[in-house]
């Protein structure tokens, strides 16, 4: 399997902002902009910024027209991240990291596996087990109460996506973990062009959590995973599932 080269010499930790309203997806996407191209210029700090959108979707640079099977049933934003479709909407939380890969080290196939470990990490704070997929994006949860797929594997949902852009080695878009989203809504798109499998939540999984609870989970993690100026994140283990 694929192996995760050295960790590197990481900032100090970024300011977090947490919105209480839903935002629209062209406002988040003109202050994601505005944002990496301060810390560019160096006059603004990273930001990891959380936050809920309306129901929407959102296209990558890689979605394929015959992905959204319903076209006119949400808005539709050309989205300029890596990836395909993806909906975002109400009871799912969105996690958009503007960090300095700069100053983390200018390793993007790491600090892929640091946002995967991220949510992987805060799932298990609910007694939850994440999973990567090789050749999948997001990360993923074993359904042993539901019948095997056709070629044996054994039935899973996809729970967290994963998409990201890169200006001059500044990240942002992000992570979306689905707390208690109307999975109905993921109906209108083939989720990251995946048609064999489907999407939970922490309450279809029977989690009783609100997002304040996911947000606390979310920032301790974050330390955890990508330590802070003081303490870098920890090594990845080398094994074979890995």
Known sequence: MNEVPPRSAVAPAPEWRVEDR????????????ARVDAIVAGTAPELVWLLEHPPLYTAGTSARPEDLT???????????????????????????????????????????????????DTLASFGVRGERREGRVGIWVVRPERPPLPDGA?????????GLRLRRWVSFHGISINLEPD?????????????????????????????PDLDLAL?????RIFGTAEQPPAGPPRRSDR
């Open 22 to 33: 839903p935002v629209s997806y062209p406002e988040a996407l003109a202050v994601m902009e």
């Open 70 to 120: 319903q076209p006119d049933r949400f808005p539709v934003f050309p989205a300029r991240r890596g990836g395909e479709y993806t909906y975002h909407g109400p009871g799912q939380r969105v996690a958009y990291v503007m960090l300095d890969l700069n100053r983390r080290g200018r390793d993007l196939r790491r600090f892929v596996w640091l946002l995967e470990e991220w949510v992987i």
């Open 154 to 162: 054994p039935a899973e949902d996809k729970i967290a996506a994963i």
């Open 183 to 211: 999975l109905s809504h993921f109906d209108g798109i083939v989720p990251c062009g995946i048609r064999d499998r489907g999407v939970t939540s922490l309450a279809d999984l029977g989690i009783p959590a609100a997002m």
């Open 219 to 223: 920032q301790a993690s974050f330390l």
